[in-house]
């Protein structure tokens, strides 16, 4: 990732001079992305195989990645996802783009279950890139770049809610932890708490590269396709379900998961050129 950064900055700086003496122009543009994770366990694959409909529910055929289910475009192995970009290009062929996107990924890995995962990434990246036949109608197009990702993840659901355990049951003394005892009423001492969710949100860096085709519509419109690698090395999260030795004494555990949330992504889009 440091490579692709260094290789970009490096680039650029060496055609600014070049740059200083075309002509400038601004483009805008829209497009549409489908994103193939290089490793679904960073989004939640993880818990696709579960068998907590069985455990929990005591429904023998409520298990594995038949009883996903899926809310949006998006799966853990494959995320869609919309984007804009503005862009400064010069007439020699050299841009320098600003792109946004937004990717939703909602589903709950047992639909017995009611426990749901929800992922929202918001890709801010900056790539310069080299336009080759500037002049001609089909004009292939290469660059590489950095950007940082806003990531936010999210479990929660009932079935969690119902059984938090209180980890301060067996514990004496009153009040519990958290009450300052000023009234002197101590907490009800439960052994299952009323709620509980997973979160983890963060900024991450990414380096990407690319290679595209864009198709000229006419002076201004065109149409263009893209290929892109991107890595993105964060740390996100998960959960399993704990027993302790019975049926009626388990708990939800938080799982922490480092790796790799980039992948190889394919974008269709359309830009206009002032």
Request: hydrophobic share 40%; aromatic share 12%.
């Amino acid at each position: 990732m440091r490579r692709i950064a260094v290789i970009s900055a490096v680039t650029l700086l060496a055609l600014i001079p070049l740059a200083a003496n075309a002509d400038l122009y601004p483009v805008l543009g829209a497009s549409v992305e489908y994103f193939w994770p290089s490793e679904t366990e960073m989004y939640g694959s993880r818990m696709a195989s579960n068998s907590w409909g069985e455990d929990i529910k005591g429904i023998s055929y409520s298990h594995g990645t038949d009883r996903n289910q899926f809310f949006t475009p998006s799966r853990f192995d494959r995320v869609f996802s919309p984007g804009l970009t503005q862009s400064v290009a010069w007439d020699f062929g050299l841009s320098v783009e600003l792109a946004e996107r937004w990717l939703w990924l909602i589903w709950a890995p047992n639909r017995d279950v009611d426990i749901v995962y929800s992922r929202t990434m918001v890709p801010i990246t900056i790539t310069p890139s080299w336009t080759f036949n500037k002049g001609g109608n089909f004009r292939p197009i290469i660059g590489a770049g950095i950007g940082y990702c806003y990531v936010n993840t999210n479990i929660a659901g009932q079935d969690l809610y119902d059984q938090r355990r209180n980890d301060n049951y067996n514990r004496e003394g009153s009040p519990e932890p958290g009450d300052s005892g000023d009234a002197n009423v101590p907490e009800q001492r439960l052994f299952l708490r009323g709620s509980r969710e997973f979160s983890r949100e963060a900024w991450v860096p990414e380096a990407h590269a690319m290679a595209g085709l864009e198709l000229g519509i006419n002076d201004q419109l065109s149409v263009t396709g893209q290929v892109r690698w991107s890595a993105m090395m964060m740390e996100t999260i998960d959960i399993v379900r704990v027993s302790e030795g019975s049926s009626d004494n388990w708990r939800w555990e938080e799982q922490k998961i480092k790796g790799n949330a980039g992948g190889f992504h394919g974008t269709i889009g359309i830009t206009y050129a002032f």
